[in-house]
């Protein structure tokens, strides 16, 4: 009998074969739902039908639409960076992490109104990151009651920054009510000329001075605090 010739094995009947499903599967097609649709797309039922599976098997692996976003905002969050603090002098630490932290989120938009008000309760990767952060805060002799306010000071500015980073170049364009406003629309073509003109330079632009001012009041505070930075 010829290899042509030769019986196929047959698989038993019953049910088809499943797709295996993993965490990190589950994670890539949520992220591909949000930035095709927003946070709205993602639905449990869009998310099976997405990875081509029944809802029933999703859940197998996740038990609700709060424990995708768990997965989500570590895989995100996973990609800030928090290698200067240990390393580096604290300012040039904090720098480090903010612009990467605004940069990872400046290509995930959609997600900022969720994760930044989502808990960090069984996320490991974000958790380990703002463990090393607060290290690195305290290695630099702050006060423990200043960190977690510090940081949010500082996150609150990059969630806003991100969106700048997208946001169009014409934003601020006065357009025919220019002769009206023609202190505002003078400042905003000396930070075009200035910048180039250009939206990604412009964003950089505002988020550099703020975060240096930021930088530069926080490190006065951390100063002047009456309390034990013990």
């Not at 290899?3 to 965490?23: H, M, Y």
């Not at 990467?100 to 990151?129: C, K, N, W």
Request: charged content about 20%; proline content about 7%.
């Amino acid at each position: 009998m010829t290899a042509e010739a030769a019986p196929r094995k047959n698989r038993p009947a019953g049910r088809p074969a499943q797709k295996i499903l993993s965490k990190e599967g589950i994670t890539l097609a949520a992220l591909k739902l949000i930035a095709a649709g927003g946070y709205e797309a993602l639905t449990m039922s869009g998310l099976a039908r997405k990875l081509g599976v029944a809802p029933s098997a999703l859940y197998n692996h996740v038990t609700s639409k709060h424990d995708v976003l768990v997965l989500v905002q570590d895989h995100v969050m996973s990609g800030v960076d928090v290698s200067g603090f240990g390393t580096v002098p604290w300012a040039e630490a904090v720098r480090r992490w903010a612009w990467s932290y605004r940069d990872v989120f400046s290509h995930h938009t959609p997600l900022i109104p969720v994760i930044a008000v989502l808990p960090v309760t069984g996320a490991p990767r974000t958790l380990a990151m703002y463990e090393e952060l607060t290290a690195g805060f305290l290695a630099a002799d702050w006060p423990q009651p200043l960190i977690v306010p510090a940081i949010v000071a500082l996150e609150s500015f990059i969630f806003g920054s991100a969106y700048d980073v997208t946001a169009p170049e014409d934003i601020f364009e006065s357009g025919e009510l220019a002769d009206a406003n023609p202190k505002f629309t003078a400042a905003v073509r000396a930070r075009q000329r200035g910048e180039g003109g250009t939206g990604s330079r412009t964003a950089d632009a505002a988020f550099r001075l703020g975060l240096e001012g930021l930088i530069s009041g926080l490190e006065t505070q951390r100063r002047s605090w009456p309390g034990d930075s013990a």
